[in-house]
């Protein structure tokens, strides 16, 4: 569960060994409710107490250590020596600092005890660097996660959009060919004007282009420049809306250059 949290975390607190002494000092990387998932270094002396990897550092058990009370205050912490409930613990200082998610609550802590004489304030200093770099990164892999995760319900929606496209358009097709054949066979027998029927069979090739190109609402817009008459253009529209008009009374008066 927390084997990619400890993939980042371990970059970063290999540079404190390099800092501190850890024949007799143990790094942790803590949860929230309080459990050593890992650990480097030793400390022998701790290790008969019972705080060994996969142990609870609960007060209960330890008493009050930084461990202890960074999970109940959320808050970098150092506990010094006598500070120590636990007599054996009075020898050592321990230092935690709370690692936090966007909402600044705790999702784990870094943790360091150390025998109080190479204690001081330029431990808490490093391990509060290393769980900021550490916050950092691991919120710029959940950001690129985000991001990937995006990426792919984007292309599935593209996907759905282009075969939902290819259906409409094919059936469609289909029904404006029918249409076509029977413009055409009106024609043929006379029942249908010649002159409106070359019309009605434009519209429908305009529609059938207008259905081939459908699929590119699933693309990138492309813009394809090019020279058109406005006179040709204005006359196209006035033809297509004429027969409305006509029949809602509505004169179109056209004047071109």
């Given amino acids: 569960q927390y ?4 993939d980042i975390i371990i970059s970063y607190i290999s ?3 390099l800092i501190i002494p850890m024949d007799n000092a143990v790094i942790d990387i803590c949860t929230k409710e309080a459990t050593v998932i890992y650990r480097m270094g030793s400390a022998p002396s701790l290790e008969k107490l019972g705080y060994n990897l996969g142990c ?3 007060e209960e058990e330890f008493g009050n250590t930084a461990l202890s009370l960074v999970i109940y205050h959320d808050n970098p ?3 010094y020596g006598e500070e120590h409930f636990l007599d054996v613990l009075k020898g050592w200082a321990s ?5 936090q998610d966007t909402d600044g609550k705790m999702l784990s802590a870094l943790n360091i005890m150390v025998p109080a004489e190479y204690a001081n304030q330029n431990i808490l200093g490093l391990i509060m660097v290393a769980a900021r770099g550490i916050e950092n990164e691991i919120m710029l892999i959940d950001e690129k996660t985000k991001l990937a995760t995006t990426n792919e319900l984007l292309t599935q929606f593209n996907d759905g959009v282009l075969r939902t496209a290819s259906m409409i358009s094919h059936e469609i097709r289909n029904s404006l060919s029918t249409i076509s054949a029977y413009v055409q066979l009106l024609q043929l027998q006379n029942f249908l004007d010649n002159t409106k029927g070359d019309k009605i069979l434009s519209e429908i090739n305009r529609i059938n282009k207008l259905v081939n190109n459908f699929r590119s609402l699933a693309e990138p817009l492309k813009f394809n420049f090019y020279k058109y008459s406005l006179n040709n253009l204005l006359s196209t529209v006035v033809t297509s809306l004429s027969a409305k008009a006509h ?3 509505v004169i179109i008066d056209l004047t071109l250059p």
């Fill in 3 to 6: 084997s990619h949290l400890i």
């Fill in 56 to 58: 609870i550092v609960s």
């Fill in 247 to 249: 029949m809602s009374n």
């Fill in 77 to 79: 912490t150092i506990v």
């Fill in 15 to 17: 540079k404190i060994e």
């Fill in 95 to 99: 230092f935690c600092v709370p690692r």
